[in-house]
């Protein structure tokens, strides 16, 4: 099983920046892919982006050009650059990593709302 631990978000105003972090423990050695969703009220969890082993991203188009996703192999962590934020980035914003030969876990979740 791998455990993940969320920090970063927060209140925002509009345009500001916030960094989501994300730290894996447990069965790290099976970990491929790592990445974010993010889930706002009465909606689905919707991808955000991911990024493999590699280092290969993928973005949702709603994200392209203002957010970053990276990983630290070293330190089994994902972040989350977000630039020029917009309300309608306001959501939960889940962690979630995919283990080879298995099923994703998922984070708690952490809140980030963005205000004008």
């Known amino acids: 099983q791998v455990q993940l631990v969320e920090s970063g978000g927060g209140l925002v105003q509009v345009g500001g920046s916030l960094r989501l972090s994300c730290a894996a423990s447990?069965?790290?050695?099976?970990?491929?892919?790592m990445g974010w969703y993010r889930q706002a009220p009465g909606m689905q969890r919707d991808l955000v982006a991911t990024?493999?082993?590699?280092?290969?991203?993928n973005y949702a188009d709603s994200v392209k050009g203002r957010f970053t996703i990276s990983r630290d192999n070293t330190k089994h962590t994902v972040y989350l650059e977000m630039n020029s934020l917009k309300p309608e980035d306001t959501a939960v914003y889940y962690c979630?990593?995919?283990?080879?030969?298995?099923?994703?876990?998922w984070g708690q979740g952490t809140q980030v709302t963005v205000s004008s």
């Open positions: 979630t990593v995919t283990v080879v030969g298995g099923l994703a876990s």
């Open positions: 447990g069965n790290i050695f099976s970990i491929d892919v």
């Open positions: 990024v493999s082993r590699f280092g290969i991203t």
